[in-house]
T-cell receptor, first 113, second 115 residues
Framework: DQQVKQNSPSLSVQEGRISILNCDYTNSMFDYFLWYKKYPAEGPTFLISISSIKDKNEDGRFTVFLNKSAKHLSLHIVPSQPGDSAVYFCAVYDQTGANNLFFGTGTRLTVIP | NAGVMQNPRHLVRRRGQEARLRCSPMKGHSHVYWYRQLPEEGLKFMVYLQKENIIDESGMPKERFSAEFPKEGPSILRIQQVVRGDSAAYFC?????????????FGPGTRLTVT
């Protein structure tokens, strides 16, 4: 059972435009949400996170939005840069439950110069 | 401050052989997690360890797989009698004792190929 879904396996965006990556989850017990970025042959690198008590968190060019009623979160990157080209994974965590992160299947973002 | 280290980075084994994957957590981190990523999939949790203790192994296959995190030395993920389906990237993550488990820092992974 896939508890975290990223329905778009790939996304291409022109440099300077906005990239929007989406993620849906099924379990309302999840209360902490993260985005990781992964380059080929490297491990995932933490990008940004949000707690369930918030609906938005911003860090520079990166903003994460959380819609708890829809069980949906998104990552906005603006403006997109060629160095942002990578695979982006959303991950969710239940602070009262399992000790691990649940990952989505990833979205490959390509930023075209 | 070195990050999470994993070795080897690439490992090739024939069917039936044993694979040993090593993970050294970040300095000061006492919690280690192992994840597996199959092709075109996300990372799947396998096991969570603290020093000398397995805390949660709910994601670990019941047979052939084992993990340890001794008092001294790296954490080891051991796969006995490997099969082609074990071919995957195995990632280790660590977190500091004082944080929630969500603050995980990942190593570069070991890519296991079973021929």
């Amino acid at each position: 059972d896939q508890q975290v879904k990223q329905n778009s396996p790939s996304l291409s965006v022109q440099e300077g435009r906005i990239s929007i990556l989406n993620c849906d989850y099924t379990n309302s017990m999840f209360d902490y949400f993260l985005w990781y970025k992964k380059y080929p042959a490297e491990g995932p690198t933490f990008l940004i996170s949000i707690s369930s008590i918030k609906d938005k968190n911003e860090d520079g060019r990166f903003t994460v939005f959380l819609n708890k009623s829809a069980k949906h979160l998104s990552l906005h990157i603006v403006p997109s840069q060629p160095g942002d080209s990578a695979v982006y994974f959303c991950a969710v965590y239940d602070q009262t439950g399992a000790n691990n992160l649940f990952f989505g299947t990833g979205t490959r973002l390509t930023v075209i110069p | 401050n070195a990050g999470v280290m994993q070795n080897p980075r690439h490992l090739v084994r024939r069917r039936g052989q044993e694979a040993r994957l090593r993970c050294s957590p970040m300095k000061g981190h006492s919690h280690v997690y192992w994840y597996r990523q199959l092709p075109e999939e996300g990372l799947k949790f396998m096991v969570y360890l603290q020093k000398e203790n397995i805390i949660d192994e709910s994601g670990m296959p019941k047979e052939r797989f084992s993990a340890e995190f001794p008092k001294e030395g790296p954490s080891i993920l051991r796969i006995q009698q490997v099969v082609r389906g074990d071919s995957a990237a195995y990632f280790c993550a660590s977190s500091p004792q004082s944080s929630g488990a969500y603050e995980q820092y990942f190593g570069p992974g070991t890519r296991l190929t079973v021929t």
